[in-house]
């Protein structure tokens, strides 16, 4: 029967053609929408995935790094580091930000480390541990045309260019100062008249001892620094993520049921009209002693193999398409090719086969030989 489809495809190959770049444009839709929705996660985990430490103390209550406020007292830093099998607190504040050039402005995601917890994915340059120097997004020195030695202003306060990097989440692109700056930030910008407002230590990345049992460093902070509440950064990645499928899942989900239902009629539509062409060749087929389910089962068939070099080249512009819109505004991630993404798309296209093969199982099964020859003649 493979043989049979491949040839009856081969020989209408400009209906082919055009059935297959329709299919996989729908297809192409879907992937995007869902490497979209994957890439989101991706940058969300990687976002305190990245600040490397065994530990992360945050605000008693808060549960996540991203889009939360969280301010830790000072002196919770000494009686962390008094924990036996503590090495070490970083402190870690991060601050939103607007950076505005001339009619254009963009939010920011300020993170500000002290000896941990900066960037981890530079691209060029590097990332000062004094100083007034800041260590910016590729996506905003794309956006705004910004290299290594430039002034990047905030609030009427001038950092000096030091880096690029390539971290962003929450479609918010990521930028690193130090404790220096930000002090110098604080007290020369116009940013706030009351710096109460802002926080000195928004998080502690807590480094420990590789022999020391971490569940009990853990125990006994948490026991006794009642301020603060302990995660591992894998348990705050999956609370970030948490967070962004609560942001995205209803948008996205909802384009995605509708890319689905468009794809469900295409396929539909495209395979009753390739069975009202072909009624003469079921009508012979049914004369000759064929089933209903046989042709039933040559519809799957071709079906299949039109929906398998859909998916293909449908990928392979959803691919395309994902690196175009990255190139133009590189804070966007799309996640293609991801696992979830590609099983996800596997089951899409199954269902498109099958609703292929169903559509026109309606004409086939009362298909009458005598009445579809006369029609054809």
């Known amino acids: 029967m493979l043989k049979f489809v491949i040839k009856q495809l081969l020989h209408d190959k400009a209906n082919t053609f055009i059935t297959v770049l329709a299919l ?11 490497g979209f929705e994957q890439g989101q996660y991706e940058q969300l985990k990687l976002a305190s995935i990245n600040r490397g430490s065994d530990l992360i103390a945050v605000q008693s209550k808060v549960n996540n790094f991203m889009a939360t406020r969280s301010v830790i007292p000072q002196l919770a830093r000494e009686q962390i580091e008094a924990v036996p099998g503590v090495k070490a607190a970083h402190p870690l504040t991060t601050l939103p930000v607007i950076y505005r050039h001339k009619s254009m402005q963009t939010p920011i995601y300020l993170i500000v480390f002290d000896t941990a917890g900066g960037p981890s994915n530079l691209l060029a340059g590097e990332a000062k541990n004094r100083g007034q120097g800041i260590v910016i997004d590729r996506s905003l020195a794309k956006k705004y045309d910004l290299s290594i030695g430039d002034e990047f202003i905030v609030a009427n306060f001038a950092f000096s260019i030091s880096g690029i990097t390539s971290e962003a989440a929450f479609m918010t692109p990521f930028a690193f100062i130090n404790y220096d700056g930000l002090i110098d930030f604080f007290l020369d910008s116009d940013i706030a008249s009351d710096l ?13 001892d590789p ?15 009642t301020s ?10 999956k ?57 039933f089962g ?11 070099l859909s998916a293909v080249l449908g990928l392979l512009l959803a691919d395309f398409i994902g690196h175009l819109i990255e190139s133009a505004r590189p804070v966007y ?7 979830q993404v590609l099983t996800k798309a596997g089951i899409i296209v199954g269902l498109f086969a099958l609703l292929g093969a169903v559509a026109p199982y309606g004409l086939i099964r009362k298909s009458d030989p005598i009445t579809a020859l006369h029609r054809a003649s």
């Open 298 to 308: 040559f519809t799957l068939c071709l079906s299949s193999v039109l929906l398998l």
């Open 211 to 225: 022999k020391a049992p971490l569940e009990k460093i853990r125990q006994t902070i948490e026991g006794e620094v």
């Open 24 to 34: 996989s444009a729908s297809i192409a839709v879907i992937v995007v929408l869902q």
């Open 196 to 208: 109460s407002t802002f926080p000195l230590v928004s998080f502690l990345l807590i480094e420990t």
């Open 333 to 339: 991630y799309f996640a293609v090719f991801h696992p």
């Open 228 to 237: 603060v509440d302990l995660f591992t950064l894998s348990e705050m990645a």
């Open 239 to 295: 609370n970030d993520v948490k967070l962004g499928q609560g942001f995205y899942k209803p948008i996205l989900g909802l384009l995605v049921s509708v890319g689905f239902l468009l794809g469900s009629l295409l396929i539909g539509l495209l395979m009753f009209s390739a069975a009202h062409r072909q009624q003469r060749d079921f009508a012979v087929m049914l004369a000759l002693g064929f089933k209903a389910h046989h042709l």
